[in-house]
């Protein structure tokens, strides 16, 4: 208003006077009403571009007004029951959050380890001597078959499909024989029982130990107590530019794989950053363990960081894995 007010005498002040001066003095300006408001009107942006403009409103409760669309908003609330206060807001902008961004990664033993050979995948030949019910002879013949008969037998016979829940024939073979017994005729599944536990088979065949293990994560073990990840696998990179800040806002990840007794298991993978062995809340292990109550989702802002992400599993000859996170960067600023 106090605006308006300094345009309106300014107006005044270089209209050209017309008429004159009164017994007291005063000077009579002859001026009509649209030749007013046309000055009014083109005069209009300045005016506006120079005005604060201040909203009066009643609160009625202690209640604080935050404009959440002003980059820059100044508050002055009386919070002493039915008062009038004043708000004054400059619309300079508006803020926008930062974009969202997921990651996906989906990847297996393969990816890890270039070259396994597994006895499953081999083929096991012997010379079988058996009962021939079509010829009703009995017979000696050379057979050549794949060791994967004695692994992942269905836990029904009705069904060719695999149960990974299945332990091999060495562990377990109560569903083995219904399966052979499904695939082949009498001689096969004999064959099949009968030569199990052969040389013939088992150097060929069985595995020894639990060598379906192709890296343990005992191997890290750096001695007092401590963890080495730095030759780790790394299945995902990303990079921190200097500025900005990493936010994590979701990250869900599992790991499946049959152990060595033939069970199936899923559960999170372990992970880290460029090696370190998480602890507690410290540096990057702000990150690693950002799920615990006590650390930050944020990290960086000082530099450029690069991060690499790693694998802290074990990995076994079947192993899936799948990583997926949500996250944002956003910019902050370095005040040193």
């Not at 029951?81 to 961004?101: I, K, Q, R, V, W």
């Not at 078959?145 to 836990?155: F, M, T, V």
């Not at 559960?267 to 090696?275: A, F, H, R």
Request: glycine share 4%.
């Amino acid at each position: 208003m106090r605006g308006m007010a300094l345009l309106m005498i300014t107006t005044i002040l270089l209209v050209p006077l017309a008429g004159c001066t009164g017994p007291d003095g005063e000077v009579n300006v002859d001026i009509t009403s649209e030749e007013l408001q046309q000055i009014i009107d083109d005069n209009q942006e300045d005016f506006l571009n120079n005005t604060t403009v201040v909203v009066f409103q009643d609160y009625h409760n202690n209640t604080t007004v935050v404009n959440q669309y002003s980059n820059n908003s100044t508050s002055s609330i009386d919070q002493s029951g039915a008062s009038s206060s004043s708000t004054t807001y400059n619309y300079n902008g508006t803020n926008l959050d930062p974009e969202t961004f997921v990651v996906r990664v989906v990847w297996d033993w393969s990816d890890i380890v270039n070259s396994v050979t597994m006895k499953r995948n081999n083929n096991f030949t012997v010379n079988y001597t058996y009962y021939d019910y079509a010829t009703n002879n009995d017979r000696n013949d050379i057979f050549t078959l794949a060791c994967s008969n004695y692994y992942d037998a269905p836990a029904q016979s009705n069904s060719s499909s695999p149960n990974n829940n299945a332990s091999n024939y060495w562990q377990d073979n109560d569903n083995y024989y219904p399966w052979w017994d499904y695939l082949y005729n009498n001689t096969i599944r004999d064959l099949l029982g009968d030569v199990a536990h052969s040389n013939e088979v088992e150097n060929v065949c069985r595995e020894s130990g639990d060598s379906s293990l192709l890296i343990d994560n005992s191997d890290y073990y750096a001695g007092n107590g401590s963890y080495d990840y730095s030759s780790a696998f790394v299945f995902h990179e990303l990079l921190i530019p200097n500025g900005t800040a990493l936010k994590i806002i979701d990250i869900s990840s599992s790991t499946k794989y049959v152990d060595y007794w033939g069970f199936l298991n899923t559960q999170p993978i372990s992970w880290t950053l460029n090696g370190i062995m998480p602890n507690g809340c410290y540096d990057l292990s702000n990150i690693v363990n950002y799920y615990q109550d006590e650390c930050s989702n944020y990290y960086g802002g000082w530099e450029d960081i690069h991060l690499s992400f790693q694998l802290r599993n074990s990995v076994y000859a079947d192993s899936e894995f799948t990583f997926t996170m949500y996250y944002q960067i956003v910019p902050v600023t370095n005040i040193q």
